[in-house]
């Protein structure tokens, strides 16, 4: 049976790589430990990503099938774990502050949510190797969307590209594929996609678009594929309004809303 890992799992084991004291400051741990510069637009980014995270997970606890008392301290814990993410925090000593708060008596609690969490949201886990396939697969499309430019329609290749941009960065940097804004960059993806092949005229006119729609479907059905996902559909013709359907019922997001109703498409 595949591996499979869900939300409060994947927040822990971040958590545990972090926890490590380090005899510098937080920001210069977190962004060696992330591999970007600290303060920059990346590095915000990543802290967007735990900090968003565990506002996620707050809210999955309150639907949990668990004592009241247990889903207010796990509450606890995560506001406490998220005291190391803030300016105060990360601009002093990691050891003395931001790993403190990063404990075990704070990070075990939210690791034993796992086998609650699963009941509602689990997915595929990725070794090292299907990570590395799937990072070169967006690398290989990401170069070439930035290569190309629509005659018509090229608002929806920028979209597209953007998603494809911002699913690598979180597989890349932090290693989360299959939940929250990953899938909500997967779901604009294909969302434009679907946008962009209902605007489509006619393929004699428009080969550079028809190009676009090939490269990015052929990305799609290996990338459904190498996660283990939806398997059963990847070879059907819809396969891609059942996948849409499926990442709008795990991340209900809406920044795609406004291509679809340009095309036509009702979310």
Not at 36 to 46: D, L, R
Not at 70 to 76: F, P, Q, S, V
Not at 163 to 183: A, D, H, K, P
Not at 207 to 219: C, S, T
């Amino acid at each position: 049976m595949p591996s499979v890992t869900d939300p409060a799992r994947e927040l822990a084991d971040v958590f545990e790589r972090l926890s490590p004291g380090a005899k510098g400051r937080g920001d210069d741990h977190l962004a060696s430990q992330f591999g970007v510069a600290a303060w920059s637009t990346n590095f915000y980014q990543i802290v967007f990503c735990i900090t968003e995270r565990s506002d996620a997970l707050m809210e999955i606890i309150a639907g949990l099938e668990m004592d009241d008392d247990l889903k207010n301290d796990a509450r606890r814990h995560l506001k406490d774990i998220r005291q190391a993410f803030a300016r105060d925090s990360l601009s002093k000593s990691w050891q003395d502050v931001g790993a403190k708060h990063l404990r075990r008596e704070n990070v075990q609690p939210i690791k034993m949510l796992s086998p609650y969490v699963r009941q509602k949201i689990f997915y595929p886990k990725l070794d090292d190797e299907e990570v590395k396939e799937l990072l070169e697969l967006l690398a290989k499309l990401q170069d070439w969307l930035e290569k190309q430019q629509l005659a018509e329609q090229d608002f929806v290749r920028q979209a597209i590209l953007e998603s494809i941009r911002n699913v690598r960065f979180r597989l890349e940097r932090i290693g989360w594929l299959g939940w929250g804004y990953t899938v909500s960059s997967i779901r604009e993806v294909i969302g434009a996609y679907l946008a962009l092949e209902s605007g489509l005229p006619d393929v004699a006119v428009a080969p550079d678009a028809e190009a676009v729609l090939k490269k990015v479907r052929a990305f799609l059905k290996t990338f459904y594929e190498k996660t283990g996902t939806m398997k059963d559909v990847v070879d059907t013709g819809d396969f891609l309004l059942k996948a849409y359907g499926a990442a709008s019922l795990v991340y209900h997001g809406a920044g795609i809303a406004g291509l679809l109703t340009y095309a036509g498409i009702s979310p």
